[in-house]
């Protein structure tokens, strides 16, 4: 069963095709078994609990309002591109079948994929093309998509070198725009690291 506004997940390991997310286990290292790209991804819209859109604009990610017109421009819809775990052995694919969605987010401006990544509690973007496998070296893009229970659209991004850090909206001391962060979530009733995705319009 699939909807136009929810992110399309699957079963890890088990269903490709299914479109709702599943997996509360416990974190295992990623080292164990390898991180493999999944099927090309849609864009969405990425939106905070304050209605306002995370956007790509000179080389660092932000959040700002967007009229009609704004939500056509391509710096504000991103990819959301799912990695599989590749286990190596079939106790591992029963353990795996448990894990969070693994993903790498990013968005393309002139050409040029920018990948968003931890740099300790900032988030930063980086040229990049998407590797098919991702490498232990890597992990810094890799952020664990976790969907809140409550809502169908609504997730948060872990970190995976960061754990129990999400991205997170903070207000910059020079200007109206608020950047992106890793901070940890105060208690269970802060919608600060929470997300509302939806599949993005056509230009």
């Known amino acids: 069963m699939s909807t136009n506004n929810c992110l399309p997940f699957h079963f890890v390991g088990i269903c490709k095709n299914a479109f709702y997310f599943k997996g509360t286990g416990e974190d295992e290292d ?6 493999q790209k999944d099927a090309p991804c849609k864009f969405y819209w990425i939106q905070s609990h304050g209605s306002k859109f995370l956007i790509y604009d000179e080389d660092k990610f932000e959040a700002q309002p967007l009229s009609i017109y704004g ?27 448990n894990k969070d969605t693994t993903v790498v987010l990013y968005t393309k401006t002139d050409g040029k994929i920018m990948v968003a990544y931890c740099s300790e509690n900032e988030i930063k973007a980086e040229e990049m093309n998407l590797p098919d496998e991702i490498k232990e070296d890597q992990h810094k893009v ?12 609504t997730f948060m991004f872990e970190s995976y070198a960061n754990k129990g850090k999400f991205l997170a909206f903070e207000p910059e001391y020079d200007s109206s725009c608020e950047k992106l962060v890793l901070r940890s979530k105060v208690d269970e009733v802060d919608v600060g690291c929470e997300w509302q995705l939806s599949v993005a319009g056509s230009d």
């Open 71 to 97: 939500q056509r421009q391509s710096e504000c819809k991103f990819c959301i591109q799912i990695y599989n775990f590749v286990p190596k052995t079939v106790d591992s694919q029963k353990k795996d079948e």
């Open 142 to 153: 890799v952020f664990l998509l976790k969907k809140i229970p409550s809502d169908s659209n």
């Open 30 to 35: 990623l080292d164990e078994d390898r991180l």
